[in-house]
């Protein structure tokens, strides 16, 4: 998919979302040109800490949720009766949003081959999806597609939304985790409900939302190890990046007893009771769990769960290639587990988690420990070679560093939904990077992801669109907030938005390219962009800058007194900042000298 516009128009009701004011509007592409929508090249939101960055990404993500709600057929009995969920009343309440999208599975060759969806709200009423095929703006009307779920389908409006918005976050960001929290209530309703009733097949979950934490981003990370080829992982491997060479094993445990659901109204309905007693392994966990031993190197199993260990080798990589057929039909199994862990929260805390606008949410879910858990993994161990002494060792995933985590979780998700109509949405990717690494963040994202397009024919799994097929990068928008001036570096003007705050409070998001003072800010010097957009036009930190600002050269007269001041300088490092009070003595020092000649 490729965002066009997201706008908060002017109403009556006087009617924003938190520093989003009426009046705010956002333009991402604009002028439809093919060549660059078909290239690698994220949005980049820049601007002062309190600007407004991060509201555009929970706004969006809040609006997916309610459309996502709207369209789906299994939902809980307190969403379906609009005690936790009103259709006509959504947290972004006027909002209007526009895109292209292409048709599900459908590889896209070009922008002819997508679909211009435009989404609005009013106050008090519910969204109206209208679409529009290629050439989007020919003078003829566009059709309305209803949020109508039908007997025994979502609403057609479903094909219209993104397979998937994915959302990240470098830390805690309760405000842009909350639509995805309530999504996971909402998947794990409706695999039970689906379960018990067995109306349908269960595949993957109706609702589209997918909030990539800590614990979600080991089962990223691991299906791509698995699935992905030495060319897309080449970046991950590099000794200079993370220097993660593969998996040498990991430990899936499941306990059985967790995996029951009681309603006051009803038994107790235990979704694996057909698998523990043999009589029954249709149900979807059956099936996974059948399918996953068949991968591992041995597996214990008792009354309480099982333990499946898996040593990595190649033939541990077939099986996994032969039962799931991709890294993301993978991840959709471990998926399933995650949600499941969700189940011990009583309906009381769901119910407040629904009804929430955003604030002190955090501590109404509780966090599961081993007893508590329905699935966790143990012993992920990774191989992984050493910068400096170029050593090979096993190493736990939970021993990396934070930075290292957060550059294996982000690159991992590009490559495992890079055939996915997706929107991705990450909150300050790259807080934890050492300055090395925010320099090549956008372009180990670029190469993995077009080391991807280019696989070989026989290297493609099930689920991804062959090299001749499409191109991957119709199918997605990468919306990342970031205050690294190296990341912006490696933005094209049009893609870098600058937010600021006016004195009235209102906030403005502007492309760089259509400022007053625009610039080109692909391949500029970081100390320009520093300077441009935050203000900043020093190269060292205020304290060390103090010490510079304190000397007064004009009252050093003597030679002895400008020896003084370079005698201090000597405890700073190299600066320009430094190197221009030199300038000043050294010309001081001359000039003196001049002077004594004549």
């Known amino acids: 998919m490729k ?78 009766s609009q005690k936790n969920f009103k259709r006509n009343e959504s947290p972004v309440d006027v909002f209007k949003l526009e895109y292209l999208i292409g048709l599900k599975n459908v590889p896209s060759d070009s922008i002819e081959s997508l679909t211009k969806v435009t989404i609005t709200k009013e106050f008090g009423l519910e969204p109206i999806m209208q679409i529009k095929p290629y050439p989007f703006d020919d003078g003829t009307e566009p059709s309305t597609i209803l949020f109508e779920v039908g007997e025994e389908s979502s609403a057609p409006t479903k094909i219209f939304l993104p397979d998937h918005i994915v959302g990240y976050s470098s830390g805690e960001n309760e405000l842009l985790s909350l639509p995805f929290i309530k999504s996971r209530f909402l998947q794990l309703d409706e695999y039970k409900e689906a379960t018990k ?109 099982i333990s499946l260990d898996f040593y990595v080798c190649e033939a541990t990589k077939d099986a996994f290639k032969a039962h799931f057929g991709s890294a993301f039909e993978l991840f959709q199994v471990f998926h399933l587990f995650y949600i499941l862990n969700n189940h011990f929260v009583d309906n009381r805390n769901v119910e407040d988690v629904y009804q929430s606008k955003g604030n002190y949410t955090d501590w109404k879910v509780p966090i599961g420990g081993p007893a508590d858990d329905a699935f966790y993994f143990l012993k992920y161990y990774l191989i992984k070679e050493e ?139 970081v100390e320009l962009i520093l300077d441009k957009l935050f203000g900043y036009n020093q190269s060292i930190g205020d304290l060390s800058f103090s010490d510079i600002e304190a000397i007064d050269i004009e009252s050093a007269n003597s030679f002895e007194e400008i020896e003084g001041i370079k005698s201090k300088l000597r405890k700073l490092g190299e600066s320009i900042e430094k190197d221009m009070v030199l300038s000043q003595l050294n010309t001081k020092i001359r000039n003196k000298r001049d002077a004594q000649n004549i």
Not at 299 to 305: A, F, L, M, P, V
Not at 502 to 519: M, P, R
């Open 387 to 525: 910068k400096k002494s170029k050593k090979i060792s096993d190493r736990l995933l939970r021993e990396l560093s934070d930075g290292e985590h957060q550059f294996l979780h982000t690159t991992a998700i590009c490559l495992m939904l890079k055939s996915k109509r997706t929107l991705l949405l990450l909150d300050e990717p790259e807080t934890h990077f050492n300055p090395s690494w925010r320099a090549k963040f956008i372009k180990i994202l670029n190469e993995s992801i077009e080391a991807s397009q280019h696989k070989k024919e026989g290297n493609v799994s099930r689920d991804e669109p062959r090299q001749h097929n499409g191109n991957i990068h119709l199918r997605k928008d990468i919306l990342l907030t970031s205050h690294s001036p190296f990341i912006i570096s490696d933005c094209m003007p049009d893609n870098v938005i600058l937010f600021e705050r006016n004195d009235d409070g209102a906030i403005t998001a502007k492309k760089v390219s259509e400022l007053d003072n625009a610039f080109n800010t692909y391949g500029t010097s």
């Open 197 to 305: 009733s067995n109306v349908r097949e269960y595949k993957e979950p109706e609702n589209s939302l997918i909030y990539i934490d800590n614990d979600m981003s080991q089962a990223v990370l691991l299906s791509c190890l698995l699935f992905e080829n030495e060319t897309t992982l080449a970046p991950l491997r590099d000794i200079n990046n993370t220097g993660i060479l593969d998996l040498r094993r990991f430990t899936i445990y499941l306990t059985y007893q967790k995996f029951d659901f009681q309603k006051k109204s009803e038994n107790v309905f235990r979704i694996l009771q057909g698998y523990q007693t043999r009589s029954d392994t249709t149900g979807e966990l059956p099936k996974q769990i059948e399918k996953l031993k068949q991968c591992a190197t041995c597996w214990y199993e008792d009354e309480d769960g």
């Open 3 to 80: 965002l066009l516009s997201f706008s908060i128009p002017q109403n009556d009701q006087n009617i924003g979302f938190r520093s989003l004011k009426p009046g705010f509007e956002i333009i991402f592409h604009s002028d439809l040109n093919e060549s660059t929508m078909t290239k690698f090249r994220p949005f980049c939101f820049a601007g002062l800490n309190g600007s407004g960055k991060s509201n555009v990404l929970e706004a969006l993500a809040n609006i997916f949720y309610h459309l996502e709600v709207m369209s789906a057929r299994i939902l809980p009995d307190s969403i379906r």
